[in-house]
């Protein structure tokens, strides 16, 4: 049987795709506590989530320049994104105020955010992206396809998102972007 480059590139992306999720799930967390959510678009749904990224662009940014613009088409471009989220909680610690609330319950009841959850998502993305590096297929962590994902809810609970776009190209997407 003969594969085309195209087909074998799909497949690698893909491939890849599976496996940061994976690294996601398996990087260490604190106190153990598994928060993180995955997913991974392509084709029609990945687009969709480009053109939001757009809408958004325009009504919190008017006519300015602005990096939503910029990494949708980065995203378009992309053969896949994976999301990486975590939900976020606090995670019951009787003395800790990392968060600057004086512990777990006040800031759940401010509706702060734990200082933990930043720290699982951010070694959950570096866990992801390596298995790309490793794998050679270029990437990027995108905050905007992440801030943009809330607003798609394709979870039913929050879920703070970044997004890592991939791309299998000659040169990677990823470089010269400017901002638009």
């Keep these: 049987m003969k594969y085309e480059a195209g087909q074998m590139e799909e497949q690698a992306v893909l491939e890849t795709a599976a496996k940061m999720c994976a690294a996601a799930r398996t990087a260490p967390k604190a106190k153990g506590l598994d928060r993180i959510v995955t997913l991974v678009l392509t084709g029609e749904e990945k687009d969709a989530l480009a053109d939001k990224m757009h809408e958004v662009a325009n009504r919190e940014f008017g006519d300015a320049p602005s990096t939503f613009h910029r990494d949708a088409e980065n995203l378009r471009a992309a053969s896949a994104v994976v999301l990486i989220g975590i939900r976020p909680m606090p995670r019951g610690l009787a003395y800790c105020s990392l968060c600057g609330f004086a512990n777990c319950a006040a800031c759940r009841e401010a509706g702060g955010r734990c200082s933990f959850d ?62 638009k």
């Design 118 to 179: 930043g720290i699982d998502l951010g070694i959950a993305l570096g866990s992801a992206v390596s298995v790309a590096a490793d794998n050679r297929v270029d990437s990027r962590i995108m905050y905007t396809i992440g801030k943009t994902a809330e607003e798609m809810g394709y979870i039913n609970e929050p879920v703070i998102w970044h997004g890592i776009p991939l791309s299998i190209t000659g040169k990677s997407i990823f470089f010269d972007r400017p901002v």
